[in-house]
């Protein structure tokens, strides 16, 4: 730890890139390996390359149900991404996550930042998924009628914008409120 510290920070930077690149080498694509190259990527200075391999680092945990492992990445992914597309993606992957914990709470929390995100976007197609994310998180909290309101919203927002698949995706959350009030 001291030698580390005493190496000049772009020299430390440049370790860690070198270190990323040869993990990345051996073939890594399991969750704890790609979260390393990930850590290395963050220390050498490349946020967004660290995000994308956290990304992957959770997309594999889940795959495995390590739900709380792929929270932990994509929560950090998060964190490292600031471009508006990107972090949508990665936040609903992560509300995804939060819903399947059955952490409804910060589910819903994370749907609300979806709707926030896809205001700023602006496209139909991520304002329609975010509010069907929202809808859903209501429709885990008992909210019937607030997830019915929502999901409609959602589907008027997609029929106007021609969005087939959003429209279904509607129609089914839609129908999956009105299974769960009877």
């Known amino acids: 730890e001291v030698a580390y510290r005493m190496l000049p920070a772009p020299r ?42 956290l990304r992957r680092a959770g997309d594999a945990a889940c795959a495995a149900a390590a739900f709380q492992t792929a ?30 914990l059955g952490r409804f709470a910060e589910q819903r929390a994370d749907a609300e930042r979806l709707r926030e995100l896809s205001g700023r976007i602006g496209d139909a197609t991520c304002c329609a998924e975010a509010l069907l994310r929202v809808g859903r998180a209501q429709l885990n909290l008992g909210e019937h009628e607030a997830a019915r309101a929502t999901c409609s ?19 089914r959350w839609l129908a ?5 009030r009877s």
């Open 12 to 53: 430390r930077a440049e370790w860690h890139q070198r270190v990323a690149a040869w993990i990345l080498a051996q073939g890594a694509t399991g969750p704890e390996e790609l979260a390393m190259i990930a850590r290395h990527l963050d220390l050498g200075g490349e946020p967004g390359a660290a995000a994308d391999h």
């Open 153 to 171: 919203e959602a589907l008027i927002l997609a029929r106007q914008s021609g969005d087939r698949d959003s429209e279904a995706r509607s129609l």
């Open 71 to 100: 929270l932990g990445h994509y929560s950090r992914a998060v964190e490292l991404t600031v471009e508006p597309r990107q972090r949508f993606a990665l936040l609903a992957r992560r509300e995804r996550v939060l819903s399947a």
């Open 176 to 180: 999956m409120v009105h299974f769960n």
